[in-house]
């Protein structure tokens, strides 16, 4: 049974930063692309950044230069480090995987940037 567990949102003030993690189990991680979705209240779900299983990087045109996603293989892991947060950063944040048409998700972690 595949599990991704999202972990470390949280309050942060606009300005600082925060980094996200998702642990994955039940599936051979470095076989699937991972990403970082988030949705806003009222706002569909949307692409915040993915990591293929060769590291090559895409962001949303609203967090380059201040977002950083990597993965590590070796512990199933997945992280997003987010700088320079702004208020409109608040949202869900969700962890993804796909591979060959499986295509699964975490349940989110809240961020929320005060101004």
């Known amino acids: 049974q595949v599990q991704l567990v999202e972990s470390g949102g949280g309050l942060v003030q606009a300005g600082g930063s925060l980094r996200l993690s998702c642990v994955a189990s039940?599936?051979?991680?470095?076989?699937?692309?991972m990403g970082w979705y988030r949705q806003a209240p009222g706002n569909q779900r949307e692409l915040v950044a993915t990591i293929t299983t060769t590291g090559n990087t895409i962001y949303a045109d609203s967090v380059k230069g201040r977002f950083t996603i990597n993965r590590d293989n070796a512990k199933n892991t997945v992280y997003l480090q987010m700088n320079s947060l702004k208020p409109e950063d608040t949202a869900v944040y969700y962890c993804n995987a796909i591979f060959l048409g499986r295509n699964y998700w975490g349940k989110g972690t809240l961020i929320t940037v005060s101004s």
């Open positions: 039940g599936m051979i991680f470095s076989s699937y692309a």
